[in-house]
């Protein structure tokens, strides 16, 4: 590495001077709050962000929408599902009574019959 240049006072107090002078100058150049350039910009984008709020709420509204109707007709087929195998179910059930009224009656003839060929 070089040693620093041997510089003295005086000129790290110039070079300090222009520095300030430069980052003054800078600031000077920079917008102000009052530019109209600024203030249509800062309108701009105060419009942009309340479009971009609006399409987002209109957007989860319709979101909530599809969820709602998804639900429902999940629900509905749920609902019936549940009475289709009620149904079935039922008729299993009843078929199963048939049977046994069937198996009943047909023991009876049966039993019937035996008692008529003792006799």
């Known amino acids: 590495m070089k040693p620093p240049k041997q510089a003295d006072f005086v000129e790290r107090r110039n070079a300090a001077a222009a520095a300030k002078r430069q980052l003054v100058e ?3 150049l ?3 709050l009052d530019d109209p350039e600024l203030i249509a910009s800062r ?3 105060t419009r942009l962000k309340a479009a971009n ?3 987002r709420a209109e957007r989860d509204r319709l979101k909530r929408e599809a969820d709602d109707r998804q639900k429902a007709e ?3 087929l749920a609902v019936s599902e549940a009475s289709a ?3 079935r179910l039922e008729a299993a059930e009843e078929r199963a009574l048939t049977e046994q009224a ?3 009656a047909e023991r009876d003839r049966r039993y019937a019959a035996r008692k008529n ?3």
């Open 26 to 28: 800078k600031m000077q």
């Open 30 to 32: 920079a917008p102000k």
């Open 43 to 45: 309108a701009e984008k």
């Open 53 to 55: 709020a609006a399409q």
């Open 74 to 76: 999940q629900d509905a």
């Open 85 to 87: 195998e009620k149904a």
């Open 102 to 104: 069937e198996q009943k």
């Open 117 to 119: 060929r003792t006799r």
